[in-house]
């Protein structure tokens, strides 16, 4: 999966990335799919997340966090205490054809990641640039 990032200074003390997701397949059997690939977000204190679901089912997301420099693969089930990855706050719920926005104030955090998974028994096209993570941070 190759993610868009797009870095922005907008000034001597604030600068902003701006990741959206490329395209990907959500498989059915409610199994969750990695929809934006681990990244760096050490310079950052504030994430906002975008959700748009086009598809007629229900989806449910959940954003994973890590301090360590190279966590395990986040997987696609029960994630395990061994793959260094912590799920920050509650499962996000995106009703069918709807979006959804969800903002994290956090210190600290090194690395980011974002999974999805299906609730219909369908498997869903998710398009590129339906998932967006801006990252804001003071220099």
């Keep these: ?17 701006l990741i959206e997701n490329d395209a990907v397949t959500i498989p059915a059997s409610n199994v969750y799919e990695e929809v934006i690939s681990p990244f760096n977000c050490e310079e950052f204190e504030r994430f906002t997340i975008q959700f748009r679901n086009a598809d007629s089912d229900a989806m449910t997301a959940q ?7 190279a966590p395990a693969a986040l997987g696609t089930a029960a994630t395990p205490a061994s793959s260094y990855w912590v799920q920050i706050g509650d499962d996000i719920a995106v009703a069918a054809t709807s979006s959804a926005l969800k903002s994290i104030s ?4 090194r690395k980011l990641t974002i999974r999805i998974k299906n609730a219909g028994s369908g498997t ?10 801006h990252c804001s941070g003071t220099i």
């Design 63 to 69: 954003v994973w966090g890590s301090l360590h420099t």
């Design 106 to 109: 956090t210190t600290g955090l």
């Design 124 to 133: 869903y096209a998710l398009p590129a640039g339906n998932v967006l993570v």
């Design 1 to 17: 999966m190759v993610d868009t990032a797009t870095l922005t200074r907008h000034s001597n003390s604030f600068k902003t990335l």
